[in-house]
């Protein structure tokens, strides 16, 4: 046996590497602990001299037989070490040109002296287990380091000192490697090579070198010649030009990438054209191609760029900075495959196979994008779920991160200046600042947002809006955000480009939002079709928060304008600083780090409690003054309008917004949004339909109203809040509201609505009535009555009975009759105030000669509730004093028979033909994958399928929309588009006069 380091007496026991050779090991897979582990060192030049027989010093590379005993040791001398030995450097230089990579020792005399070339064993296997079962494949390299490399992640290697290192020579004679003759005296088998398949597999630049490619094509003889089944594998080059060893490639691509091209060059060796070709003539193999199938060439494609590039489905094609994913176009990945190409030295690369092989390999799916607990900086990654700070990793495929630091230490006082100064001290308002920054900046998951919300900042020039702005774009970074312009929110392609982006922002936009509908769905999250041009579209979600800053707020239809309602959110910037600091942009710009340890410090569930409240004075009349609907009729009708046709009320309707610059919705949705202005009422008669508009000038949408009705006691500022506003960073922790009135449902601590059942509701004797003002709670006399107690909710606990009478409550019981206040004062639970309103609505109800049906419907004409008990105090007052303002109808006296008169006779009308034809061009064509249909005029969705020669139908499932109602709606476009049908209804009108005028009988 060969003397092992430990044994030999002139060798230092202590194994040791220096810096050089640790590095050299692991950039070839060999870490430290592995190299003690199975006897790398170095060696001084003496130990060298006992390796070896030449004094220089280098990395002693121990040679493991079958048996896992050391049998020898090479030397591998790397660039410094040939310092130790100028001499020998010079020798070799002068003698063969160049120094060598390995240095083994010299033949000796003795036979076992003269077989210097060696086969390697990787220690860390069962060669015993491996050499007896030969369906187990084996792969033999060159160099035992690559061995050793390949073995570690499970795959079995046998080292050869070099490519022609199979034999020995031996006095004349040459002798194949004993250590693989591997001979057995089976019955079946006579080695244990028969009927193994065998990888061989060298360096990548073998497709330019004849002299490796011979030997191994000798070596694969001398496999086959034992009964082996020996096949080629070809590892491929790198784009950039670099060669692979398998040491290398399993460094740079992993244990995964080679056994799948293993693999595939193991099928291909028994195909039709494998690369390794047997000549039976010849009895020789040869290299019969070296440039692989189409299939081969995407996987080895795959195997070097896998780790550089990846494809999501539905978006492109992303590449690795070293910090995240970033998005590059086609063209770019396909110059990468050219470079590839010629690296590999292949003739053709435009086989179809090729890339589309490279590409599903290298598709991930959309879910694996952007995890919704990791967010990306310059210097690493934070879990927000641990709050763990982690380095940059493509596993998490990040696409985008954030432009400076995490640092939490870091601090903002310029910016917190700012902001005091561009609020007004504000507290509430700078928290509702903060908590959009933290909302925006908080990674998404691809679901539905929590919170549906969209912000409109308002303001001048000068009074900071700008820089508000600027430092919210800096904080997401220039990447990270994308224009968004609210009349191209149907250019699907636009919306592509919002995709994943944190930010939507547009600093100065005007005009008009074109298709509210879409602008909903992206403040909520929810699907919307995206083109990615020249590939293709599809529906997904764009994960983007939209902040829009103007100086006159955007018009928007009625249509879809209550999702608008609900999502809209404002922040005003009205305050000029007195001392303005040119300076400032940079100063903040510089503690951006700060900036984001600040809005941070806000709780994802804080953020989703402040972005409840909204300035909803702002909000209302932002609101009411940009809804073109509502708008045209302020304008039009500040008096009202007792009687108007629907197709005058809309030709008014298309000349205002031409002359102001709105764009114009088609008549329905401009029908279907009247029906959403509170008191415009659309009625018919016999012979006509009309509307009935009241006056408009001090028109304001009720559900602004009732929400700013909402005060908290004792606190300042806060007048006008859907909640309880909140300071500081921590969340508003009084109790729930109970009993509220005067407030919509939404915004009381109830779970239930008006529950009667409470049993702590009942009060055992009666004290004064306290009624709320917005200062606090304090006695209230009332000019009508008495009042008798109502006792407020506090924190320490409930009362036996407590109600919190709104603003809106107050007023009202200061202008109602005496018995309807009577109830309140009464009022023992609110089981007993539910039931004196119930009472006194059916009261009037049977006073008025009406059912209960009649009842339900008036009411929900009055209040938009299908159900009563959804409804508020306040809204319960409303209607019953309503109804005691209609007067009991008389019934008509019969009237005596009258001698009618011979009147002359006028024929009726007879309306056009609806043709089809005619009807297409005035149709809404549909979008993404109902593009061939049209809008319905019935339900208004892209499902109306129209052949002018065979019909029409709606395929709406959800509506199951009536084919006569479809047919009454194209008599409407018929009317308004048609110059045939517009003449039908003049003298239609016309008719209709001369027949209630009285001078004619039709």
């Given at each position: ?926 979008t993404g994958k109902h593009k061939r249909n049209y809008v319905c005029p019935c339900c208004e969705k892209d499902y109306l399928s129209v052949n002018p020669g065979k019909g029409y139908k709606c395929w709406n499932k959800e509506t199951n929309c009536d084919t006569k109602e479809i047919f009454k709606g194209f008599v409407e476009i018929l009317k308004e588009h048609n110059p045939t049908w517009q003449q039908y209804e003049r003298d239609f009108q016309q008719w209709q006069d001369e027949i209630n005028g009285g001078g004619a009988n039709g």
């Amino acid at each position: 046996m060969y003397p092992s380091r430990q044994s030999n007496s002139n060798i230092v026991a202590q194994n040791v590497l220096n810096d050089d050779h640790k590095s050299y090991l692991l950039s070839r897979g060999i870490n430290e602990k592995v190299a003690f582990k199975y006897g790398f060192y170095t060696a001084s030049p003496s130990e060298a001299k006992t390796l070896i027989g030449q004094q220089l010093k280098g990395l002693a590379i121990p040679c493991y037989d079958i048996d896992k005993e050391v049998v020898a040791h090479r030397l591998r001398p790397l660039k410094n070490d040939w310092y130790s030995n100028q001499e020998l450097k010079d020798f070799y230089l002068e003698s063969k040109g160049e120094l060598p990579k390995f240095l083994s020792k010299s033949k000796g005399e003795t036979t076992e002296e003269q077989r210097i070339n060696k086969a390697y064993f990787p220690p860390t296997l069962d060669w015993k287990k491996i050499q007896q079962k030969s369906s187990i494949d084996i792969l033999i390299t060159e160099g035992e380091i690559k061995a050793l490399a390949c073995s570690l992640h499970g795959i079995p290697t046998i080292g050869i000192s070099g490519v022609n290192n199979i034999y020995n020579t031996i006095g004349k004679m040459r002798e194949f490697l004993p250590e693989l003759e591997w001979d057995c005296d089976e019955e079946f088998r006579s080695s244990y090579w028969q009927g193994r398949n065998v990888g061989l597999c060298f360096d990548s630049d073998i497709v330019s070198k004849w002299q490796v490619q011979r030997a191994l094509c000798q070596l694969a003889k001398e496999i086959k010649a034992r009964g082996g089944k020996p096949f080629m594998i070809l590892l491929p080059t790198e784009a950039n030009g670099e060669k692979n060893g398998l040491d290398d490639f399993l460094v740079k691509h992993g244990g995964e990438a080679l056994e799948r091209l293993i693999q595939q060059f193991k099928i291909l060796q028994k195909s039709k054209s494998p690369i390794l070709a047997w000549d039976n003539e010849e009895k020789q193999y040869s290299l019969q191609n070296l440039e692989p199938i189409a299939s081969i060439k995407g996987l080895m494609a795959w195997s070097c760029l896998k780790d550089s590039l990846v494809h999501r489905e539905g978006y492109g094609w992303y590449e690795w900075d070293n910090k995240k994913w970033k998005l590059v176009s086609e063209s770019k990945v396909m110059g990468l495959l050219q470079n590839f190409r010629y690296s590999n030295e292949w003739l053709n690369l435009n086989d179809k196979t090729v890339f589309e092989d490279f590409k599903g390999g290298l598709s991930k799916s959309e879910v694996e994008f952007n995890r919704s607990n990791i967010l990306g900086f310059n210097n690493g990654y934070l879990n927000t779920d641990t709050n763990e700070f982690l380095p940059h990793d493509k596993s998490y495929y990040v696409t985008s991160i954030l432009p400076f630091d995490y640092n939490p230490k870091a601090t903002c006082e310029s910016w917190l200046n700012f902001l005091n100064q561009s609020l007004g001290n504000d507290t509430q308002k700078i928290e509702y600042a903060r908590a959009w920054m933290r909302w925006i900046l908080t990674p998404k998951n691809n679901n539905k947002f929590p919170i549906e919300a969209t912000l409109w900042i308002v303001g001048q020039q000068g009074t900071g809006k700008g820089t508000f702005l600027n430092i919210l774009s800096n904080l997401v970074g220039e990447e990270n955000y994308g224009v968004f312009t609210p009349e191209a929110i149907t250019d699907t392609n636009m919306l592509f480009g919002l995709v994943d982006k944190k930010l939507a922002i547009n600093q100065d936009v005007t005009g008009f939002i074109s298709n509210i509908g879409v602008y909903n769905r992206i403040c909520s999250n929810e699907l919307v079709n995206v083109w990615n041009k020249y590939h293709n579209q599809f529906a997904t979600r764009l994960n983007t928060v939209t902040v829009l800053a103007m100086n006159k707020p955007l018009s928007f239809s009625g249509n879809g304008s209550e999702g608008l309602k609900r999502r809209l959110h404002v922040l005003t910037f009205d305050r000029p600083p007195e001392n303005p600091d040119y300076d400032l942009s940079e100063k903040l710009e510089s503690e951006l780090s700060g900036i984001f340890s600040w809005v941070w410090g806000l709780s994802l569930t804080d953020t989703k409690q402040k972005l409840k409240w909204r300035d909803t004075r702002a909000t209302s009349e932002i609101y009411e003054s940009q809804l073109t609907e509502l708008l045209f009729l302020r304008e039009t009708f500040p008096d009202g309008c007792g009687h108007i046709t629907p197709s005058d009320l809309y030709q008014q309707f298309a000349e205002w917004c031409k002359n102001n610059g709105y764009g114009v919705s088609n008549s329905q949705n401009f029908y279907l949004s009247l029906k959403k202005i509170d008191g415009v009422v659309g009625d018919r008669t016999r012979n006509e339909r009309f509307y009935i508009i009241p006056p408009m000038g001090d028109y304001h949408d009720e559900s602004f109203k009732n929400a700013e009705t909402f005060t908290i006691t004792g606190r300042d500022g806060c007048d006008g809040c859907d909640t309880p506003p909140v300071t500081g960073s921590n969340p508003y922790t009084a109790g729930g509201v109970t009993g509220v009135t005067g407030l919509t449902q939404k915004f009381s601590g109830q779970k239930e609505k008006n529950n009667f059942d409470s049993k702590n509701s009942l009060l055992s004797e009666s004290k004064p009535v306290t009624l709320q003002s917005q200062q606090g709670f304090d006695p209230v006399t009332n000019p009508v009555t008495e009042s008798k107690p109502v006792t407020p909710h506090t924190q320490q606990g409930l009362q036996p009975f407590e109600l919190i009478l709104s603003e809106a409550l107050l007023q009202k019981l200061d202008t109602i009759d005496k018995d309807l206040l009577q109830i309140f004062n009464n009022a023992k639970s609110e089981r007993n105030i539910f039931d004196g309103l119930i009472s006194a609505w059916k009261n009037e109800v049977e006073r008025l000669g009406k059912n209960k049906q009649w009842s339900k419907s008036e009411f929900k004409k009055k209040t938009g509730l299908d159900n009563p008990m959804d409804a508020d105090y306040v809204q319960w007052l409303d209607f019953i004093s309503y109804l005691r303002g209609l007067k009991v109808t008389p019934k008509p006296s019969p009237k005596k028979a009258e001698v009618k008169k011979t009147k002359k006779f006028i024929p009726k009308p007879e309306a056009p033909e609806v043709n089809l034809s005619d009807v297409l061009p005035h149709l809404e064509p549909g979008t993404g994958k109902h593009k061939r249909n049209y809008v319905c005029p019935c339900c208004e969705k892209d499902y109306l399928s129209v052949n002018p020669g065979k019909g029409y139908k709606c395929w709406n499932k959800e509506t199951n929309c009536d084919t006569k109602e479809i047919f009454k709606g194209f008599v409407e476009i018929l009317k308004e588009h048609n110059p045939t049908w517009q003449q039908y209804e003049r003298d239609f009108q016309q008719w209709q006069d001369e027949i209630n005028g009285g001078g004619a009988n039709g």
